[in-house]
T-cell receptor, first 114, second 113 residues
């Protein structure tokens, strides 16, 4: 049972436009959410995060929105650039045992077309 | 400061063999986690170690095991390899109070023939 779902395996966007990546979760115990970006042949790198006490967090061109009632978060990239082309993973955090544990979605391949 | 280092970068094994993967975390990081990435499945959590103790374990069979040394370096072992074990194995470390923010290595690409 996937607790974190990214239902769009891929997304193509024109350079300069907005990219919107979506993520849904089922576990109400998740209280911290993150987005990671992954280029081929590299490990994922942290992009942006949001605590469940907030509904928006912004960092430059990247904004994450959290809708707790819908158990939905999204990542907005404005404006999109060709260098943003990568796989984006959504992750959710909860306490498990004596430590926090991250649960990842299956990823969305973003392609920004020049 | 140096990032997370994983060795080897690529590995080819045959069914039934066993394999050991190595991970050196960022200096000062005491938590090391392991993930398996397969196409379409995202990152599946294997286990997490902190100060040489396994703190969390994912839903993988007992063929998958790990350990952590006193210098925080970690190894992951898979015994009796199966074709389905072919995947990218990622190690990540985190610092004190930053359990959510993981720093990943480039991974070990394991192919089981």
């Amino acid at each position: 049972d996937q607790q974190v779902k990214q239902n769009s395996p891929s997304l193509s966007v024109q350079e300069g436009r907005i990219s919107i990546l979506n993520c849904d979760y089922t576990n109400s115990m998740f209280d911290y959410f993150l987005w990671y970006k992954k280029y081929p042949a590299e490990g994922p790198t942290f992009l942006i995060s949001i605590s469940s006490i907030k509904d928006k967090n912004e960092d430059g061109r990247f904004t994450v929105f959290l809708n707790k009632s819908a158990k939905h978060l999204s990542l907005h990239i404005v404006p999109s650039q060709p260098g943003d082309s990568a796989v984006y993973f959504c992750a959710a955090s909860s306490i498990s045992g004596s430590a926090r544990q991250l649960t990842f979605g299956s990823g969305t391949q973003l392609t920004v077309l020049p | 400061k140096a990032g997370v280092t994983q060795t080897p970068r690529y590995l080819i094994k045959t069914r039934g063999q066993q394999v050991t993967l190595s991970c050196s975390p960022i200096s000062g990081h005491r938590s090391v986690s392991w993930y398996q990435q397969t196409p379409g499945q995202g990152l599946q959590f294997l286990f997490e170690y902190f100060s040489e103790t396994q703190r969390n374990k994912g839903n993988f069979p007992g063929r998958f095991s790990g350990r952590q040394f006193s210098n925080s370096r970690s190894e992951m072992n898979v015994s009796t390899l199966e074709l389905g074990d072919s995947a990218l194995y990622l190690c990540a470390s985190s610092g004190a109070g930053e359990n959510e923010k993981l720093f990943f290595g480039s991974g070990t690409q394991l192919s089981v023939l």
